[in-house]
């Protein structure tokens, strides 16, 4: 009895003892795929901040490496063995001319909205002085006894009686 008991102790011990081999591989190899996907999304984020840094050039090269000079990697034109500075210039003025387009349709757009949003804003500053108004003229009414009827459907009669009239009742 007592070494059917040991046995089964025994028995159960490696199982626990496997068991807990695997949950901690499992656990190790899940830890290194987190560690490795954080690391990842870091460099991503190193790479958009240095791009974003040399004002959205990317300059990486074909293997998605920044190299360490700081030539701008444009290909060579077919039929010239080097730049020169002439066509670095001509390549230079042609960007500089897209750019002022860029920033011209930019300016453009940003001047339509802005009157835009001044117009709407001056319509806004009205409607709320004329709503504003509108209830402080209905308050002052409603002091006052109420507004004067509309189209003779109002809840007040409009007074008829003359001065005189008073005086004939009394008697």
């Known amino acids: 009895m007592k070494a059917e008991s040991l046995k089964e102790v025994l028995a159960t011990t490696k199982a626990q003892r496997a068991y807990e081999r695997k949950s901690n591989a499992d656990v190790a190899a899940a830890q290194e795929?987190?560690?490795?996907?954080c690391e990842d999304e870091k460099n991503a984020v190193r790479v958009a901040r240095r791009?974003?840094?040399?004002?959205?050039?990317?300059?990486r090269g074909s293997f998605g490496?920044?190299?360490?000079?700081?030539a701008q990697g444009d290909a060579e034109p077919k039929g010239e063995k080097s730049a020169t500075p002439d066509s670095n210039r001509k390549v230079f003025?042609?960007?500089?001319a897209e750019?002022?387009?860029?920033?011209?349709?930019?300016?453009?757009?940003?001047?339509?909205?802005t009157?835009?949003?001044a117009k709407r804003d001056a319509a806004n500053v009205s409607d709320t002085f004329n709503e504003k108004a509108r209830v402080t003229a209905g308050r002052v009414a409603m002091e006052r006894g109420g507004p004067p009827p509309r189209y003779g459907g109002g809840h007040r009669k409009p007074e008829k009686a003359a001065k005189g009239d008073d005086k004939e009742e009394k008697k």
């Open 65 to 70: 490496k920044f190299s360490s000079s700081l």
């Open 115 to 117: 009157a835009d949003v």
């Open 51 to 59: 791009i974003q840094a040399n004002g959205d050039l990317d300059h």
């Open 33 to 37: 795929k987190y560690f490795k996907q």
């Open 99 to 113: 750019a002022a387009t860029t920033v011209a349709t930019q300016q453009k757009f940003e001047s339509v909205k």
């Open 93 to 96: 003025e042609k960007q500089v």
